[in-house]
């Protein structure tokens, strides 16, 4: 058996608005929920001494969503980095995001872009939210840049180096809550030999106990590679 740690935790935060559903309450009041759980699990990740965590937190399906409730959800990701630089500066996060930010809204933008440069000398845990993202268009993109660079011998090195964060290690884990068997175009150039783990519990009850679970099963991984 396999006796590894994690170096990169990704997770796929679902459930938000089926946990709202549940308790009869609005889709926003679960992703203020989630917000929260994301927030606890983040320090968490900081006491475990992760070196890399990533957070899908919007993709770019997501921008078909109603307006109301992509307002609401830019809103709150706005109050959150305003809310929590602070705590990122005191437990060393370095702020980073994977996706096409030009998408955001202006004030969210900002503050992404601020917080990504006050923290962006800290020495701890890479905190990544994937934020108008997809992993199809990530890797297109990475092929217009190759060809705008005139590149014609393409292999593995040189495409992962013109992915939108080539210094971000492949997950050794991806968490996928809510109880649902897909990626949901999450890194999928990045997650060909990541190890899968399906928690039953919307984000909002995924807590320490749950994340702990992740850790206990990723031991019991035996992680080959395709090798023997």
């Given amino acids: 058996m396999s006796k590894n740690s994690i170096n990169h935790l990704a997770i796929i935060m679902d459930g938000n608005g089926r946990w709202a559903k549940e308790k009869n309450q609005p889709r926003s009041f679960g992703h203020q ?31 078909s969503r109603p307006k109301k409730e992509i307002d609401t959800l830019m809103a709150l990701l706005s109050r959150m980095l305003k ?27 900002e503050w992404v872009s601020t917080t990504i440069e006050k923290t962006k000398n800290n020495s701890g845990l890479i905190l990544t939210l994937a934020i108008s993202y997809g992993g199809r268009q990530e890797i297109i993109d990475a092929f217009n840049a190759l060809t705008r660079a005139n590149i014609k011998i393409i292999n593995e090195e040189i495409l992962k180096n013109h992915l939108y964060c080539p210094e971000l290690p492949d997950p050794d884990m991806i968490v996928r809550t809510g109880g649902e068997y897909r990626l949901s175009n999450f890194l999928l150039w990045q997650s060909a030999y990541s190890e899968i783990y399906v928690c039953d519990k919307n984000w909002p009850d995924f807590d320490e106990k749950e994340l702990e679970k992740v850790f206990e099963e990723y031991e019991t991984r035996n992680r080959t590679f395709g090798k023997l």
């Fill in 33 to 63: 929920s989630g917000a929260q759980t994301a927030k606890n699990i983040i320090y968490e990740c900081v006491k475990k001494e992760i070196s890399y965590l990533t957070l899908y937190t919007f993709s770019k399906e997501n921008w």
């Fill in 83 to 109: 809310k929590e630089t602070v705590n990122m500066l005191r437990n060393n996060i370095r702020f980073n995001i994977v996706g096409k930010i030009e998408d955001l809204p202006e004030k969210t933008r």
